[in-house]
């Protein structure tokens, strides 16, 4: 600041000094020989002067190229004519035009330059004023003011009114808040009360009210001015509209809110951060929470990142060029989050790196969603890799191949690169000409596809050899463009050529196979499943069931109804099993249906699987049907002729073993009776006469036994076996049996027990006696029988045991049935197998139970038990 023109200004003049300083025009002040008397701070900029004391400076020091051009010419003209002038200047130095406006007073003239875009209205109101300052600071383009305590205001310029619409006095005393939107203007106030004595500078926002009604964002900034005794009275301030930048920083923070984006402003000399409310959010604070700084953010970032970000900031500052990274911050969670940063450098006038600001945006969602799908694309390729079906992906509007798996290559023979590189012409030639147009729609058709969408075609293509093969394909859409448009689509390719040819093989046996079948007398027909139906019949006539009706309209119902009803569990379930049957299977089965004239007829029905769909599941059966009946009816007889000659042969071999064995005593009774008359003729004496007596008698129990047998056979098959059921001494009975049978083995017998025994003591001695009858004729060599008696619960037990032949474990199971003879001792053995068959009768008639143990060569030990009393019901018998 000149010290002359310092000494000359009042406080008041402090006040217009203190707002030309702040001004973003270029202010100065000349002497008459054009020395600067004062120059604004964007003045000393503007002109890159860096000295204090400028009084020995003049304009064409730092101007020189200027000198005797417009400007010098300006500047004489208005000291020389006393008259302020205003006018656009071009600087060359510049590369600009300037508006230029000067105010010659007696000792000085002032000058301001200003951007040649500045407001055109403030500059032809330039022109009106008259006095210097209040000329300058009328044409500045913001609210200047100066108040006085209590916000009185003492001073506005010409913008109050040309903003406003009132006039200067209008605004002048307290009348200015009037015009100060009612919210702000309290808090306005609350700041006044709190900052304006602390002789700092003060900022406030707050909306003005403009000449059409409409309330404007401006902000001021107050600086106190001190009177020279130190005290405060006076504030100068001016009031910047910021209304759109307000209205867009407002917009811009909720656009960051919405996008999960911030940004922050960084002083590269202090380090201090101006984070916007999105940056905090992104970093894991409430908005305004603290003051971040440098320390903060490397604090905060993963340890890898900051020595990385500070290189390609100091890289960015060198070469001026706007930057990007992406910086990993832990959020206070300790939630890793990715953050991408764009960031431009901000120079001062001197061009040196002053800020930088920085723009930062959340991908973390993105990074993870890309890693996903990159994953996902990885997976999806070695799956198409894996696969031993042909897989492509095709470029829509080229008909390039964009992708093709290694089997693709293999069967077409061309390399993976070499397929990339196939156009329209090449694939057209790949495809059979009467196909090319099928193949070209299903093309372009892909264009309206939905995704979920699989589409299908088959045609003749050639392979690898040249060779033309038939192929399927199925596609589906893989790729849209920005629009959602299909650009591309995934096919799966496979070689049908064999199922073709095989369905042509099989068109020239269909008729082949209708022929036979029409052919043939049997009824053949195809069962539908999926239509429930007979498709295909070989004669619509079968008079074997007198049939003349369309088999094809007949249900399985309908002939379900004519099937004996002993058949139609078997029939049913026959046609349930079809389905699951293979393929070479066939099945069969006979069932009894009515005909016509409601006889029964014998059908043989035989099931083979005709057709399958896809998944394996029977859809046709074939089936046969042949009328049997007389067949069956042969069959049958022959069945039963089978069973009368099996009795009749055994009829026959009962007839011969019955007479062997009643042959043979009655030989040995004719011998004894010729040789007796032969001993009576000659007088022999008694005594041998009776040796043969006995033998005949001997001869004719044998004979009354065997009599018995068959007649107790023949009683029981009548169901006339009675019992005389009376209390007797088992033990007596069996003393005297074995009595009976002790002259040729040595029989023992172990029993303790002297009960009586209620039954039919006749025939429970025929049971012991045939039992040891047996014991002894089946173990010739060992002499040895035991009977043990005991009793068990209710029962008395009584089994006889022998050492001999013993009996095969196969038989054992028929010893007690009907003329039943273990077969390869039946020679050696006289016997009708009657016996143990009339004893089982005998014991089962008292309630009793009998079975058998042996063993081959070792013995064995056939036992009965009945129950010790007998209940009533038998004794009535
Ligand atoms: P059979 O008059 O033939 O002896 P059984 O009914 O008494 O008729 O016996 C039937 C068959 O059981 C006999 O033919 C014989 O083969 C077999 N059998 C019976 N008892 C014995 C036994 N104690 N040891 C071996 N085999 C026996």
């Not at 003011?145 to 307290?174: C, P």
């Not at 440098?294 to 890289?315: A, G, R, T, Y």
């Not at 002993?566 to 293979?582: G, N, Q, V």
């Not at 004893?839 to 063993?855: D, L, P, T």
Request: negative net charge; aromatic residues 10%; charged residues 30%.
């Amino acid at each position: 600041m000149n010290r002359a023109l310092k000494s000359t200004w009042t406080d008041f003049d402090n006040g217009f000094e203190t707002i030309v300083s702040n001004i973003s025009e270029v202010f100065f002040l000349l002497d008459r020989s054009q020395h600067f008397m004062y120059l604004n701070p964007k003045a000393l900029r503007f002109f890159g002067i860096q000295d204090e004391d400028t009084s020995h400076i003049t304009l064409w020091h730092v101007f020189p190229f200027e000198k005797g051009s417009k400007l010098a010419e300006f500047l004489t003209f208005s000291i020389l004519e006393n008259k302020s002038i205003t006018d656009q200047l071009y600087s060359t130095s510049h590369s600009r035009w300037f508006k230029i406006a000067t105010y010659p007073t007696e000792t000085s003239i002032a000058v301001l330059i200003a951007d040649a875009n500045e407001d055109k209205v403030a500059y032809e109101k330039l022109k009106k004023n008259e006095a210097n300052f209040r000329l300058v600071l009328d044409f500045i383009p913001h609210i200047a003011f100066i108040l006085k305590s209590g916000m009185e205001v003492s001073f506005l310029n010409q913008r109050w009114t040309e903003y406003t619409g009132r006039t200067l006095e209008a605004g002048l005393g307290t009348k200015w808040a009037e015009m100060i939107h009612p919210d702000d203007y309290a808090a306005k106030r609350k700041l006044w009360d709190e900052k304006s004595q602390s002789g700092d500078p003060f900022e406030t926002e707050f909306r003005v009210r403009n000449a059409s009604g409409e309330y404007r964002w401006h902000s001021d900034r107050i600086i106190p001015i001190p009177a020279r005794n130190g005290t405060i009275t006076m504030w100068v301030g001016t009031a910047t509209e910021i209304h759109e930048t307000k209205l867009n920083k407002e917009t811009l923070e909720k656009a960051e809110m919405m996008t999960n984006s911030g940004h922050y402003e960084c002083n590269l000399h202090s380090g201090k951060i101006t984070f916007s409310p999105g940056a905090f959010r992104l970093f894991g604070y409430p908005p305004n929470s603290f003051e971040p700084t440098l320390k903060f953010l490397n604090f905060v970032s993963h340890p890898e990142d900051p020595p990385k970000i500070n290189d390609v900031i100091n890289q960015a500052i060198a070469t001026s060029v706007s930057f990007e990274y992406i910086r990993r911050i832990y959020l206070p969670n300790r939630q890793l989050r990715h953050i991408l940063t764009k960031g431009t450098v901000i120079y001062n006038s001197e061009q040196k790196a002053e800020k930088i600001f920085e723009i930062i945006h959340d991908i973390s969602d993105k990074i993870a969603a890309g890693e996903a799908l990159r994953q996902q694309h990885h997976f999806v390729r070695q799956i198409a890799e894996a696969t031993p079906d042909l897989i492509t992906v095709i470029e829509i509007d080229s008909f390039r191949i964009t992708y093709a798996n290694i089997e693709v290559s293999t069967f077409v023979g061309y390399s993976a690169e070499e397929l990339k590189k196939l156009d329209y012409f090449d694939i057209k030639n790949l495809i059979h000409p009467d196909d090319w147009q099928n193949f070209k729609d299903f093309f372009n058709g892909f264009r309206s596809a939905q995704d979920k969408e699989i589409r299908e075609i088959e045609y003749r293509g050639k392979d690898a050899g040249g060779e033309l093969k038939w192929f399927k394909v199925r596609s589906k859409v893989f790729e849209r463009n920005q629009e959602g448009l299909p650009t591309h689509f995934i096919s799966i390719t496979q070689d049908i050529t064999a199922k073709k040819l095989a369905e042509k093989e099989l068109k020239k046996n269909e008729h082949f196979i209708k022929e036979v079948t029409e052919a043939s007398p049997d009824l053949i027909f195809v069962v539908d499943l999926t239509l429930e139906k007979i498709s295909y019949v070989n004669h619509s006539f079968y008079p074997d069931l007198g049939w003349s009706i369309d088999l094809t309209e007949l249900s399985l119902n309908d002939v379900k109804q004519k099937i004996y009803h002993e058949d139609l569990p078997a029939f049913e379930k026959f046609h349930s099993e079809l389905k699951y049957i293979s393929d070479e299977d066939v099945k069969e089965i006979e069932y009894r249906l009515q005909n016509r004239q409601n006889r029964w007829k014998w059908l043989r029905e035989r099931g083979k699987v005709f057709q399958r769909d896809d998944k394996g599941n029977v859809t046709q059966f074939i089936i046969n049907i042949q009328e049997i009946t007389e067949k069956k009816e042969v069959l049958e007889k022959q069945k039963e002729n089978e069973v009368l000659s099996k009795l009749v042969e055994k009829k026959d071999e009962f007839m011969s073993i019955a007479s062997h064995e009643l042959k043979t005593p009655i030989t040995t009774l004719k011998a004894s009776i010729q040789v007796m008359k032969r001993l009576i003729e000659r007088h022999t004496d008694e005594n041998t006469l009776l040796v043969f007596v006995s033998k005949a008698t001997q001869q004719v129990n044998k004979l009354t036994s065997l009599i018995s047998d068959l007649m107790d056979n023949a009683k029981i098959q009548a169901g006339k076996l009675n019992m005389n059921i009376s209390a007797f001494s088992m033990h007596e009975l069996i003393m005297e049996t074995v009595a009976h049978h002790s002259n040729l083995h040595n029989i023992t017998v172990n029993n303790n027990l002297d009960e009586l025994v209620e039954g039919d003591k006749v025939r429970i001695e025929q049971v012991i006696t045939n039992f040891l009858s047996n014991a002894i004729k089946y173990s010739p060599k060992n002499k040895e029988v035991r009977v043990d008696v005991k009793r068990e619960n209710r029962f008395i037990k009584v089994s006889v045991t022998d050492f001999g032949i013993g009996i095969p474990e196969e038989k054992l199971s028929h010893v007690f049935d009907r003329f039943f003879r273990v077969e390869e001792k039946s020679q050696e053995f006289s016997g009708l197998g009657l016996g143990l068959y009339i004893s089982a009768e005998i014991v089962k008639r008292h309630k009793g139970e009998y079975g058998v143990n042996s063993q081959l060569g070792k013995g064995s030990t056939f036992w009965f038990k009945i129950p010790l009393k007998q209940a009533f019901s038998i004794k009535e018998e």
